[in-house]
């Protein structure tokens, strides 16, 4: 049965499916594509999605998974895994940060440790192709007041156009929108 993934959850993915391309592209190397998901997961509050993100990893990349979990472990979870440009996130912010990637690495290991047990991957492991465009556009404020300008519409447009966010996306991929 296919599961029924939340905004946040379908974001992440994208996003990790995003970083992946860069890395196969040569862009971004494993330690930073590992550093960048689990920043990703730890600020997305989207732990039901982890092991859909650690599935689409190479399996090279569980090595270094592990120790660059091992390695924030030893240091109380208080290193950062990137490297803010201005003054970076608060104390308060920092501490939840901090607690967070606490939680994401606990269900990391939780995942390695049951396919190294030879458990049946979780149910609903099936990986959706996340269209970071389409999620973008509904995740966007909408004018309300006004109506689309598709025939027979009734939705408001996005911020950026005259149609909804659905009309939007026909009329600049030629296309409908994804629908997972």
Do not use: N
């Not at 569980?62 to 120790?67: D, F, G, L, N, Y």
């Not at 608060?90 to 047990?117: I, N, T």
């Amino acid at each position: 049965m296919a599961m029924d993934f939340l905004d946040g959850e379908l974001k992440l993915i994208g996003e990790v499916q995003q970083k992946l391309r860069l890395y196969r592209r040569g862009l971004l190397t494993l330690t930073e594509l590992i550093a960048a998901l689990l920043h990703e997961a730890a600020l997305a509050d989207a732990d039901r999605v982890i092991p859909h993100c650690l599935a689409l990893l190479p399996e090279e990349a569980r090595t270094h998974v592990e120790a660059s979990i091992d390695r924030r472990a030893a240091s109380g979870y208080r290193d950062d895994l990137v490297l803010y440009l201005g003054p970076g996130p608060s104390e308060e912010e920092r501490a939840r940060l901090c607690l967070r990637h606490r939680a994401v690495a606990e269900k990391v290991v939780e995942f390695y440790r049951q396919m190294e047990d030879g458990a049946a991957p979780p149910a609903g492991l099936e990986v959706p192709q996340v269209d970071l465009f389409w999620e973008l556009l509904r995740g966007m404020r909408t004018d309300e007041g006004s109506t689309c300008q598709a025939p027979g519409c009734d939705r408001p447009p996005v911020r950026v156009s005259v149609f909804c966010a659905r009309h939007h996306y026909e009329q600049i991929e030629r296309r409908p929108p994804p629908d997972y």
